[in-house]
């Protein structure tokens, strides 16, 4: 699996949107991009994915650009809540693990 | 529906002592996954399992086996324990090994230190 490139960290009001970028920019045609995000003392949990088209779901939304080498996880009103740490994953149909990098720590200042 | 579950939910453990960290999931996922995170190194995987009976060496599984006897048990087991070893260790499964749109879900972790 390709890797990705994503900033330590990031900070943002409360109440306000949030854009988390990753860069991918080896990334196959095939690759599908994952998010997920860990809680603190928790174990991660998945936020959302997407291949090509912009994704929404009841946590965040995903925008991928249209060369999809970078993608951007939008989280449009943070909570304190969301201070997380935020991973960017690409996956494939060939490879069976998922590799974590160090990701973004997001903190939320209220 | 309890998902996954890890026992126990910290432990400190002597330099050189046998210990094997469970794992056990009611999903009936057919993969599993142990992590160990480590303060600014990431997540990184130790062993894994795509279907009971199967196991496989990730990027840091030297010190550590696993067994899959199975579907719903993945216990890890540090034969000897060194300090290095020091780190809290994630379980994860998922539906299916292989597929680029499957979820992973985590366990809550176990702190290990190794004195």
């Known amino acids: 699996d390709a890797k990705t490139t994503q900033p330590n960290s990031m900070e943002s009001n409360e109440e306000e949107p949030v854009h988390l970028p990753c860069n991918h920019s080896t990334i196959s045609g095939t690759d599908y991009i994952h998010w997920y995000r860990q809680l603190p003392s928790q174990g991660p949990e998945y936020v959302i994915h997407g291949l090509t088209s912009n994704v929404n779901n009841r946590m965040a939304s995903l925008a991928i650009a249209e060369d999809r080498k970078s993608s951007t996880l939008i989280l449009h009103r943070a909570t304190l809540r969301d201070a997380a740490v935020y991973y960017c994953i690409l996956r494939s149909w060939t490879g069976n693990q998922f590799y974590f990098g160090t990701g973004t720590s997001l903190t939320v200042i209220p | 529906i309890a998902g996954i579950t890890q026992a126990p939910t910290s432990q400190i453990l002597a330099a050189g002592r046998r210990m094997t960290l469970r794992c056990t999931q009611d999903m009936r996922h057919n993969a599993m996954y142990w992590y160990r995170q480590d303060l600014g190194l990431g997540l990184r995987l130790i062993h894994y399992?795509?279907?009971?009976?199967?196991?496989g060496k990730g990027e840091v599984p030297d010190g550590y086996s696993v067994s899959r006897a199975n579907t719903d048990d993945f216990p890890l087991t540090l034969a000897s324990a060194v300090p290095s070893q020091t780190s809290v260790y994630f379980c994860a499964s998922r539906l299916e090994a292989g597929g680029p749109t499957d979820t992973q879900y985590f366990g809550p972790g176990t702190r290990l230190t190794v004195l």
């Open positions: 399992s795509n279907t009971a009976g199967t196991t």
